[in-house]
C-alpha cells in the first residue's frame, strides 16, 4: 500500500493534468473544452474549473502532488465525519481498519492514481450534511452549493432537501452555484463557456453509445452489456432510473432515520448515474459505514461484506465479471431498505 502511495508523487494523473490545464484557460480567450493539449474532453461545467485555479501557480507535478495530498486528507476527515456523524464513539483501532479497507478498495486506487475530485467532493458534502444534523442550515446549504459546482452530479442531493423542505439549505446552495457562475462571467466577460458546454459537451453524456464499458458501473453499463438495441437500452434505463428516483423520493418523504435516508440516497444516485465510473464508487464511503454499523447490531455481517468484496475488486473482464460493482452496489440497496423499514 505504501508503494502505490509513493507512485502517487511520482506518476502523472491524467484526469488532474486534464482539469488543470483547462483552469489555465480561464484566464485567457481559449476555450478549455477545445484545448489540443488536453488528452480527453473536459466534461464539467467552466465554474468547476474554479477550484483548480489556485494550483495553476504551481507546475503541474507540484500542483499534483498538492491535489494528491488533499485526497488523502480528505479519505481521514470524511472517515472522521462519518464516525461523529453516526454518533461512534472515536476507535482508533476501528478507525484504522476501516481507513486501510478504503485504501486497498480498486475504487479509491482508481480515483487517487487518475487525479479524480471524488475524496474532494465528498468530504465537502459530508461537512454540509453533518452542519445540516447540527442544525445550522444555512451553512450547510452553502457547504452543499460548493459541492455541486466543484461535482455537478451532486445536485441530485437537492432532491433529499427539497423533499424535507429545507428551505435554506436550497436557497444558500443555489446561492453559491449562482456565485460560481457569475465569478466565471466576470473573468471571462461572457456566457460563451456556458453556452459551449450546454449545446456542445453536455449532449453526448446523455446518449447510449459505448455505455457497456466494463468502467461503467451504473444501471446504463450494466443494461448496456446484457443488450445489444440502443433503442431498449435507452427506453428500459430510462424507465428504472424513474422508478429509482420515485422510490427514493417516496423513502426522503416518509422515513425518519435521517443517516438511512442519505446513503440510501447516495447509493440511488450512482446506481442511476449514467457514467458511474469505478471511481465514483468511493462515495459508498459513508453508505458502507452507515450500513455496517447496523448490521453488527443485527449480527448480520455477511452480505455488508460480499457487497464490499464485489465493489473493492477489479476484476478481469468476462461475462461473469462485468458487474461485480453493479451488484454489490445492488446489494446494499437492498441492504439499506431492510433497515429503513
Known amino acids: ?31 478549455p473544452y477545445i484545448n489540443p493539449y488536453i488528452f480527453t474532453g473536459v466534461g464539467y461545467p467552466a465554474n468547476t474549473l474554479l477550484f483548480y485555479l489556485p494550483l495553476t501557480l504551481f507546475n503541474s507535478i507540484t500542483a499534483q502532488n498538492i491535489f494528491t495530498l488533499l485526497s488523502l ?22 478507525f484504522i481498519t476501516i481507513t486501510l479497507l478504503t485504501f486497498i478498495s480498486f475504487p479509491t486506487k482508481f480515483t487517487l492514481g487518475m487525479g479524480q475530485n471524488n475524496f474532494l467532493a465528498l468530504v465537502i458534502l459530508l461537512v454540509s450534511f453533518y452542519l445540516y444534523k447540527s442544525k445550522k442550515t444555512i451553512y450547510a446549504g452553502l457547504l452543499l452549493g460548493l459541492s455541486i459546482s466543484l461535482k455537478t452530479i451532486f445536485i441530485y442531493f437537492l432532491l433529499f432537501y427539497f423533499i424535507k423542505k429545507q428551505w435554506k439549505v436550497v436557497a444558500s446552495s443555489v446561492v453559491i452555484i449562482s456565485l ?32 457497456e464499458i466494463y468502467t461503467n458501473q451504473g444501471l ?35 422515513k425518519k432515520n435521517t443517516n438511512l ?28 459505514i452507515v450500513l455496517f454499523s447496523y448490521s453488527i447490531k443485527v449480527k448480520d455481517k455477511f452480505l455488508i461484506t460480499l457487497a464490499y468484496i464485489l465493489v473493492s475488486l477489479n476484476l478481469p473482464s468476462s461475462i461473469l465479471f462485468d458487474n461485480n460493482v453493479f451488484l454489490g452496489t445492488l446489494i446494499l440497496y437492498g441492504i439499506n431498505i431492510k433497515y429503513l423499514k
Open 1 to 31: 500500500m505504501f508503494n502505490s502511495i509513493i507512485r502517487l508523487f511520482t506518476t502523472v494523473a491524467p484526469d488532474f493534468q486534464v482539469l488543470w490545464l483547462a483552469s489555465k484557460d480561464l484566464f485567457t480567450a481559449n476555450n
Open 73 to 94: 486528507v480528505s479519505i481521514f476527515i470524511s472517515i472522521y465525519l462519518i464516525f461523529k456523524i453516526l454518533n461512534i464513539k472515536y476507535n482508533t483501532f476501528l
Open 180 to 211: 460560481s457562475i457569475l465569478v466565471v462571467y466576470l473573468i471571462r466577460g461572457n456566457f460563451n463557456l456556458y453556452t459551449y458546454y450546454l449545446t456542445e459537451v453536455l449532449p453526448p453524456l446523455f446518449r447510449f453509445e459505448n455505455r
Open 220 to 254: 446504463s453499463g450494466f443494461i448496456s452489456r446484457l443488450i445489444s438495441d440502443i433503442g431498449i437500452q435507452k427506453i428500459l434505463t430510462t424507465i428504472l432510473s424513474i422508478i429509482l428516483v420515485s422510490y427514493n423520493t417516496f423513502v426522503i418523504y416518509s
Open 261 to 288: 435516508i442519505f446513503s440510501f440516497t447516495i447509493i440511488t444516485l450512482l446506481l442511476i448515474d449514467s457514467l458511474a465510473w469505478q471511481h465514483h464508487f468511493v462515495w459508498l464511503l459513508f453508505p458502507f
